[in-house]
C-alpha cells in the first residue's frame, strides 16, 4: 500500500460564487517531491493556502499522517511537521543570517524570542544554527545582514529558517520566483539535498524548473487538476500544452 503523507478529497474553495478551486484530490507521498504547478489564475496559490490552513475549504476534507487537519489551525497544523516555508519563518532584515536562524530554532523549542538565555544554550544554539547555515551553502554568509545578502541566497537563509523547525514536510510557494538561471540552479540543488528524509510539496508556475526536481507533478487549470504524473508523462499532455501556450508560458 502506498504511503500518503498528505491527503485531500473534493477540495473546493468559493469566494462569493466563483470558484477558485474545484474538487481537487491530491495524494502526495512521503519522502518525495511534489510539484503543483499550472499558468497564472490556475488555483495554485488558493490550493496552496488550503494545504496550509491559511484558508479554510468551502467543501472538501484534506488529511496529514491519516489524521483530518481541514479545521486545524496554521500553526497546530505546523506543530505537527506541516511547515510551510515563509509561514512562522519570516527572515528579519535587520538581524544576521546566524540570528535569523537562531530566532528560528528558539521558536522549535517554545523560548518565544527569550533573549535572556544563558550564554551555554545560546552557544548550542549558535552551534545548530551555523550547521544549517552551511547545509543550505551559506557559511560564508554567517554574520551578514539579512536585507544585504543577494536575493538568491536569501530564499536560501528563508529555507534554513523554516529547517530550523525541523519539518516532517515542507510546503513551498515558488522558491524560485523572481530568480536568475544561477539562483535557480542552486536553490534546485539546496531543495534536493534538503529533501532526503522529508517530503516537499512545492507550488511553480515554470514547468521547465521542476522537470529535473519533481517525483510528481500535478497540473492545476481554472482551480482544476488537468494532468498529472512524472515530467515525461505531464509534459507531452496536449491538454497541458495548451494550458501553457494558451496562456502565453
Known amino acids: ?23 481537487v484530490s491530491l495524494r502526495v507521498k512521503r519522502g518525495t517531491i511534489h510539484a503543483l504547478i ?22 472538501g476534507k484534506i488529511s496529514y499522517n491519516g489524521r483530518d487537519i481541514t ?13 510551510r516555508s515563509f509561514q512562522i519563518s519570516a527572515v528579519f532584515p535587520h538581524l544576521t543570517a546566524l540570528e535569523n536562524v537562531r530566532v528560528a530554532l528558539q521558536r522549535k523549542r517554545g523560548d518565544n524570542f527569550d ?23 551559506l557559511t560564508e554568509f554567517v554574520d551578514t545582514v539579512a536585507v544585504e545578502m543577494p536575493y538568491g541566497r536569501k530564499r536560501a537563509l528563508e529555507i534554513a529558517t523554516t529547517l530550523a523547525l525541523d519539518p516532517e514536510m515542507m510546503l513551498l510557494d515558488e522558491p524560485m520566483a523572481g530568480m536568475g538561471h544561477e539562483d535557480i540552479e542552486r536553490i534546485q540543488a ?5 529533501s532526503v528524509g522529508r517530503t516537499v510539496l512545492m507550488v511553480e508556475h515554470n514547468l521547465n ?36 501556450m494558451g496562456s502565453g508560458h
Not at 1 to 23: C, H, I, P, S
Not at 71 to 83: F, H, I, N, S
Not at 209 to 218: F, G, K, Q, W, Y
Open 1 to 23: 500500500m502506498t504511503d500518503y503523507v498528505l491527503q485531500t478529497e473534493g477540495l473546493t474553495k468559493e469566494f462569493l460564487g466563483f470558484v477558485a478551486v474545484r474538487n
Open 38 to 59: 499550472g499558468p497564472n489564475g490556475a488555483g495554485k496559490t488558493t490550493c496552496f493556502n488550503l494545504l496550509t490552513k491559511f484558508l479554510d475549504p468551502t467543501r
Open 71 to 83: 479545521a486545524m489551525k496554521p500553526a497546530d497544523v505546523a506543530r505537527l511537521g506541516l511547515v
Open 115 to 137: 533573549f535572556w538565555r544563558s550564554k551555554k544554550i545560546l552557544d548550542t544554539l549558535n552551534a545548530q544554527a551555523e550547521k544549517l547555515l552551511d547545509d543550505v551553502g
Open 190 to 194: 539546496l531543495i534536493k539535498r534538503v
Open 209 to 244: 524548473v521542476v522537470a529535473t526536481l519533481s517525483d510528481t507533478i500535478t497540473v492545476l487549470t481554472r482551480g482544476q487538476v488537468l494532468a498529472e504524473g512524472d515530467y515525461a508523462t505531464v509534459s507531452k499532455n496536449p491538454e497541458v500544452q495548451q494550458a501553457y
